[in-house]
């Protein structure tokens, strides 16, 4: 099956530093990527909606000027927690679809990230 | 109301046992249903799609009925690799937005 690569898989940072996180479509191409946030015993919460080439959509309650979203091409798509705090401590997830093939949905490893 | 809502568990079930999840979804313009699974600390994985006539995949069972939004689950003969969090998840209107629920937790004992 199709494969959605991201890193890092775990990170741990100071408060007030940023972080990359990247998602990788291997061998597919995706002209949109979701972003979502999973805090514990809570479901997936999506975040943003990362269209390539153009800007990404926020969910409501999403700070856009927080995480940034670039989406530079089909197979890629990055978020950047900016100026982190403890409480952006969470799972990161990404997923695509391939662009025009089928409804299912292929996610990331995931990324965990801590704030201290 | 949550958009899709599920009884988070834990169930807890002795190996070989058959065992049922339940979900509803509030947006009857739905149009698209799934079950995911997800293991502790890990991305979640495509289980089954859910089909308006109901479908099968091996020990799972997935039915669908749309008068009453409703979705279930149903694993047969449980194994200890079972144990994990099931998502419900629906997808609105037919666009790219999924939206899933909390999940319930499954444990298969010895």
């Known amino acids: 099956g199709a494969v959605v690569s991201q890193h890092p898989s775990w990170v741990i940072c100071k408060s007030g530093t940023s972080v990359k996180i990247e998602c990788r479509s291997l061998?597919?191409?995706?002209?949109?990527m979701f972003w979502y946030r999973q805090f514990p015993k809570q479901s997936l919460m999506l975040m943003a909606t990362?269209?390539?080439?153009?800007?990404?959509?926020?969910e409501q309650g999403v700070e856009k000027d927080k995480f940034l979203i670039n989406h530079a091409s089909l197979t890629l798509s990055t978020l950047t927690v900016t100026s982190a705090h403890p409480e952006d401590s969470s799972f990161y997830i990404c997923?695509?679809?391939?662009?025009?093939?089928?409804?299912?949905?292929?996610f990331g490893q995931g990324t965990r990230l801590t704030v201290v | 109301r949550k958009e899709v809502e599920q009884d988070p568990g834990p169930f807890n079930v002795p190996e070989g046992a058959t065992v049922a999840f339940n979900c509803t979804y509030s947006?009857?313009?739905?149009?698209?249903f799934f079950w995911y699974r997800q293991d502790c600390r890990k991305e979640p994985k495509l289980l089954m799609s859910v089909y308006s006539s109901g479908n099968e995949d091996g020990r799972f069972t997935a039915q669908l009925n749309r008068a009453s939004q409703y979705i279930s689950l149903l694993i047969r003969d449980s194994k200890l690799s079972d144990s994990a969090t099931y998502l419900c998840?629906?997808?609105?209107?037919?666009?790219?937005?999924?939206?899933f629920g909390t999940g319930t937790q499954l444990k298969v004992e010895l």
């Open positions: 997923s695509a679809r391939p662009t025009g093939g089928g409804t299912e949905a292929f």
């Open positions: 990362s269209n390539e080439g153009s800007k990404a959509t926020y």
């Open positions: 947006n009857s313009a739905s149009q698209s």
């Open positions: 998840v629906v997808n609105e209107g037919g666009g790219n937005k999924l939206t």
């Open positions: 061998d597919f191409q995706a002209t949109t």
